[in-house]
């Protein structure tokens, strides 16, 4: 298997934040770290973006605030996680990163045929992606310790939900050690 690391919605407009929820800024040390190691490995690195138009559909009637608006600093990698020549980021437009992306083609144009995905928010864009990524017929694995909601409860209650799906082992959860470690011993 041929894995690469997707980063979700690790973005200036949440980490600048005066009231930026706790458990987001704590995957932020073991996610730069994780990174270093990928990278070691040559694994891809792909950060995705949202990237809303300023009255973009999403922000009418619901209540999400206008944020990540496409051309701001607000829409980029948090400069906490900066990302490396080799990274490609992505903007995406909806919650999921293969929602109206070219992703899908870009990781198969370089064999990947596994997807470890991290960031925030667990239950939403985290969630939406790797379901997206099973639905393109790649192995999945959401990387539990370098995800993060608001509310720690819905993360674990999130893991706990899909940790026995019906798609496992094409779908699973697992650790960003877990993950690294199964690479090594060629078991991913």
Known sequence: MKPAVLIVDMLDDTYKNENCPAALLAIVGPMRDFLKRCRALSLPVIFACDSFLEDDFIFRGSRLKPHAIRGTAG??????????????????????????????????????????????????????????????????????????????????????????SVLYPLFRIATGDEFLNSLDNGHL
Request: hydrophobic share 45%; charged share 20%.
């Open 75 to 164: 829409a980029q990698v948090t400069p906490m996680l900066q990302p490396e020549p080799t990274d490609i980021v992505l903007p995406k437009r909806r919650f999921s990163a293969f929602f109206e992306t070219d992703l899908s083609r870009r990781l198969r144009a370089i064999d990947v045929d596994t997807v470890a995905i991290g960031g925030i928010n667990t239950h939403f864009c985290v969630l939406a992606t790797a379901l997206d990524a099973v639905c393109s017929d790649f192995h999945t694995i959401i990387l539990e310790d370098l995800s993060a909601v608001y509310r720690p409860e819905i993360h674990a209650h999130f893991m706990e939900a899909y940790r026995n």
